[in-house]
């Protein structure tokens, strides 16, 4: 399966934030209340499949990476006046082959190409 790392970054800060906000949320939950502790089982349960989620993400084998993924330009140097810089915006648009987890099993190699939205 072919993705853009941007996208894994995107989805891992997606669920620190989730994480973060159900933890939140979890703390405030009343223990004076009949329901408390069913709702914070609901909480935990939650919050370790998102960490589940994040494991998983982290875990994953990278196939094929392109040529010039650590390549710098001999020509560009680190500019602190734009943050977001050529090398950075290049990087965005490149795609990795990962291994599916599914494709272990499978023995198929599952190929899915992420477009730029």
Known sequence: MKVRVVNLYKKIEAIDKDITEL??????????RDYSDSLKNSFDLEISKLENQKK?????????APN???KQKKDE???????YNT???????????????????????????????
């Open 56 to 64: 998983e993400i982290l875990s994953l084998k990278v196939l094929e």
């Open 23 to 32: 933890k939140n949320t979890r703390s405030r939950i009343s223990i004076e």
């Open 68 to 70: 010039d993924l650590n």
């Open 87 to 117: 090398q950075e915006k290049e990087l965005s648009k490149k795609s990795i082959t990962i291994e599916s987890p599914s494709a272990a099993e499978k023995k198929n190699e599952i190929k899915k190409q992420v477009h730029r939205y």
């Open 77 to 83: 140097s680190f500019v602190a006046k734009n943050l």
